[in-house]
């Protein structure tokens, strides 16, 4: 079933979105908004570099081509993480510093935020779903009952994934919260 499937994108991309908001530790998937622009092309962090991370504090980038250094040290320093970068010739270190208690709740409320917008393209795909339902039903392909059936079935889906969706905002803001 294709509904499914679109729930299913619409899930990871909200969970890969959460990934991107900053908890206490360091994560390389903090990293993943990153554009560089490199050769007059905007390029993703990961395409340029390898990202890891050495302790709980810490990010490394290591540049596959070390004439790229300065340009991906400037799109850091232009990303809204407000990170800053050292530079030792070979890698940039990124240290992460812990989190205000102010900063903690600003990122709650992106996450929420973030769950929300999910949940409404969750919901975009219902209605688009029970408006195929109820027209293959004004056609006459079917009956009352089977398109009643076929709407519960598609709220029924709706609700789990929603379910889901919270269980995922709940984690993330814990982790946020986590000192």
Known sequence: MDLEASMRKSLDAT???FNTI???????????????EYYGSDTPLKSLASLSTPDSQTIQ???????????????IA???LGLTC??????????????????RKELCKLAAKYGEEGKVALRNIRRDAIDKIKKQEKDGELSEDQSRDEQDKVQKLTDKCI?????HLSEKEADILKV
């Open 86 to 103: 050292n530079n030792d010739g070979k890698v940039i270190r990124i240290n992460i510093p812990p989190l205000t208690e102010d900063r």
């Open 163 to 167: 379910a889901e969706l919270e269980k």
């Open 15 to 17: 969970q890969r979105t």
């Open 78 to 80: 232009m990303s809204d």
């Open 61 to 75: 980038i290591q540049p596959f081509d070390t004439s790229a250094m300065a340009l991906i040290e400037k799109a």
């Open 22 to 36: 900053r908890t206490g530790r360091a994560n390389p998937s903090l990293l993943d908004k990153i554009q560089v």
